[in-house]
């Protein structure tokens, strides 16, 4: 019987955990304290194990080792030569520090972030895409409220859940995470926007949550650019206001020069000049106003910079709809946050390899792919780029075989 036309020598999986570097992991762990007292579980195997699993999204604990007994001979391939039990990998959950694979994740960004950057379309892109940077956060529900503080009630029972808030920010023209921080989901976001950690020319777009004068003055200052949403009670000083129609008289977009002003409670004023851009949004049927300090670009490309924020919301949507994020391996905040930042590498490693790849493929269509095939010897790049050639193989040497005779002939 002949080998499939994808066939390689080691598994899909083996092929994923090659964009990974053992030496840095264990140098990460053995920097952290994660390799104190530890005979063979070391972080590297730990990561191994928990990337498979969310991978694979799983449930729980049982269904990683009891799948890790069916696929031991395969995992030797990958240097697990040993049985893991539920009690090894729970133990390494909440005792490992989580600091250790958030410098996994940092370190992979900082490797792969040209990968993700290149783009065949990039003549097309704005030349603003390069400096935008979109900031935002979600919140994971939990079962427990004893963790992290959550937000607002069940409706049936008045208990309040639990919620870690994932605050984010993303480049534009990227697509994956730069800078990632965990909160309890009361938390307020605009902690997150830092004028310092900007250079002259960044843009940041942001939803209303971020709203703080001082902040967008100190990014003025910087020459920094925001755009954001505004809040209905903001109050202001109009400076100017301006107002172009269509040639129906109906309003296109109102331009108002506007500034605020605000008391601190040492005395201090805080004044801030910025513009306001209204324009009639066709899909929503409404109005939608804008929040900029950049009082001379064209106000299509103010608009477009912020619909440009959406991404970071399909980033979220990929992450939640990709991997196992409503079911934890364990119940200490270590472990969830361990989950988290390996769904964060998971998602990271799949968009580097779907980048690598001449065929169009969705992120859900790849995740699917790669978590049914993940344990089969099959070339990553010879089966993603071409599925179809083993039914082309099949279907052209029965066309080339004789038909097979008739009994009535």
């Known amino acids: 019987m002949r080998k499939n036309s994808h066939f390689s020598g080691q598994p899909l999986y083996g092929q994923v955990i090659k964009l990974l570097d053992k030496s840095k992991i264990l140098q990460f762990s053995r920097e952290n304290g994660g390799e104190r007292y530890i005979k063979h579980f070391n972080c590297w195997i730990h990561l191994v194990v928990m990337l498979y699993a969310v991978i694979m999204r799983f449930d729980s604990l049982r269904e990683i080792t ?30 490992r520090p989580e600091a250790i694979f958030e410098s996994i994740y940092r370190d992979l960004y900082a490797t792969y972030r040209q990968v993700l950057s290149s783009d065949s379309r990039s003549g097309k892109t704005p030349k603003w895409m390069k400096h935008l940077q979109i900031i935002d956060s979600t919140t994971i529900t939990l079962f427990s409220n004893l963790l992290f503080k959550g937000v607002g009630r069940h409706p049936k029972t008045g208990k309040k859940k639990g919620g870690i808030k994932v605050h984010t920010v993303i480049h534009a023209n990227e697509g994956a995470p730069s800078d990632i921080k965990f909160t309890s989901a009361a938390t307020n976001d605009s902690f997150m926007l830092k004028p310092s950690t900007l250079s002259k020319g960044d843009i940041m777009a942001m939803d209303r949550a971020y709203i703080d004068y001082e902040k967008f003055e100190q990014l003025t200052q910087r020459g920094v650019t925001y755009v954001t949403k505004m809040k209905k009670n903001l109050k202001y000083k109009i400076l100017s206001d301006t107002m172009y129609q269509t040639p129906d008289g109906l309003m296109e977009v109102r331009i108002q020069n506007v500034e605020f002003i605000k008391q601190k409670k040492d005395g201090e004023t805080i004044r801030h000049k910025s513009r306001i851009i209204t324009h009639v949004d066709l899909r929503k049927r409404k109005l939608i106003s804008l929040l900029t300090n950049d009082m001379e670009s064209d106000p299509e490309e103010i608009i477009a910079i912020y619909r440009q924020r959406w991404e970071i919301e399909l980033l979220f949507k990929q992450m939640k709809q990709n991997f196992p994020l409503k079911y934890f391996y364990g119940e200490s905040a270590n472990a969830i946050k361990i989950q988290i930042w390996v769904t964060l590498i998971a998602n990271l490693l799949l968009m580097v390899m779907q980048k690598g790849l001449t065929r ?50």
């Open 66 to 95: 009891t799948s890790l007994l069916a696929e031991t001979r395969k995992l030797a391939h990958l240097g697990i030569n040993f049985k893991i039990g539920r009690s090894t990998l729970a133990d390494a959950n909440k005792r």
């Open 360 to 409: 169009q493929w969705s992120f859900s269509g790849l995740a699917t792919m790669v978590r049914i095939t993940l344990m089969y010897y099959v070339d990553f790049h010879s089966l993603f780029n071409n599925p179809e050639k083993e039914w082309e193989i099949i279907l052209a040497k029965a066309s080339e075989s004789p038909p097979e005779p008739s009994l009535f002939d």
